[in-house]
């Protein structure tokens, strides 16, 4: 297995990773009709997001995508091939009306990737909590020093399943492909 690539936040000016999530509002290709597949083991999922916050709103500003029929979104007509991907759109521009909790990443520690699911939150040098209603920005939280202290402790967590049992080896694996937290 591979790790897997994770959808992209512009804040601020700056480019982040999702590597958490607890609520519900971000768009998924489905939403617009469109039914994605893998095209490689470095994206189960088929696609990858990019959004940017403008003005504490967050909008989806791009899709990345392997669909064999893509579908015209909103006047966009899809452009031929990005990276591992059969289609992308470019300035979407839909607001989303997300409400939750995202937790954003950059400044990946190499020597932290794991060869499974998503990255750990602790493998990034930088952290950063946005709280959410309806697509607005609510608060933001740093989480850095947080995570520091957290890889000081055992930057090994969660890097491997506890065991070799079946059960848990089904646990971690799990665990590996959601972004799902609760800190």
Same mark, same amino acid.
């Given at each position: 297995?591979?790790?897997?690539?994770?959808?992209?936040?512009?804040?601020?000016?700056?480019?982040?990773?999702?590597?958490?999530?607890?609520?519900?509002?971000?768009?998924?290709?489905?939403?617009?009709?469109?039914?994605?597949?893998?095209?490689?083991?470095?994206?189960?999922?088929?696609?990858? /997001? =990019?959004?940017?916050? $403008?003005? !504490?709103?967050?909008? &989806?500003?791009?899709?990345?995508?392997?669909?064999?029929?893509?579908?015209?979104?909103?006047?966009?007509?899809?452009?031929?091939?990005?990276?591992?991907?059969?289609?992308?759109?470019?300035?979407?521009?839909?607001?989303?009306?997300?409400?939750?909790?995202?937790?954003?990443?950059?400044?990946?520690?190499?020597?932290?990737?794991?060869?499974?699911?998503?990255?750990?939150?602790?493998?990034?040098?930088?952290?950063?909590?946005?709280? /959410? =209603?309806?697509?607005? $920005?609510? !608060?933001?939280?740093? &989480?850095?020093?947080?995570?520091?202290?957290?890889?000081?402790?055992?930057?090994?967590?969660?890097?491997?399943?506890?065991?070799?049992?079946?059960?848990?080896?089904?646990?971690?694996?799990?665990?590996?492909?959601?972004?799902?937290?609760?800190?």
């Amino acid at each position: 297995m591979t790790g897997q690539m994770a959808d992209e936040f512009i804040l601020n000016g700056d480019l982040f990773s999702l590597v958490g999530l607890n609520g519900q509002g971000l768009f998924n290709p489905e939403d617009f009709g469109i039914r994605s597949y893998s095209s490689c083991t470095a994206c189960w999922r088929g696609y990858v /997001m =990019k959004y940017q916050y $403008i003005n !504490s709103q967050l909008f &989806l500003d791009e899709m990345l995508v392997n669909v064999d029929d893509p579908l015209i979104i909103n006047g966009i007509k899809p452009q031929n091939g990005a990276r591992l991907f059969k289609y992308y759109y470019t300035n979407l521009k839909f607001k989303t009306n997300f409400t939750g909790k995202i937790l954003l990443a950059k400044d990946f520690i190499q020597s932290m990737y794991v060869h499974m699911g998503f990255q750990r939150p602790i493998a990034y040098k930088t952290i950063i909590e946005i709280q /959410m =209603k309806d697509g607005e $920005i609510i !608060s933001e939280r740093d &989480l850095s020093k947080e995570m520091e202290e957290k890889r000081i402790l055992n930057a090994n967590e969660g890097a491997s399943p506890r065991s070799d049992s079946q059960n848990d080896i089904e646990k971690w694996v799990n665990k590996t492909f959601s972004l799902d937290y609760d800190f």
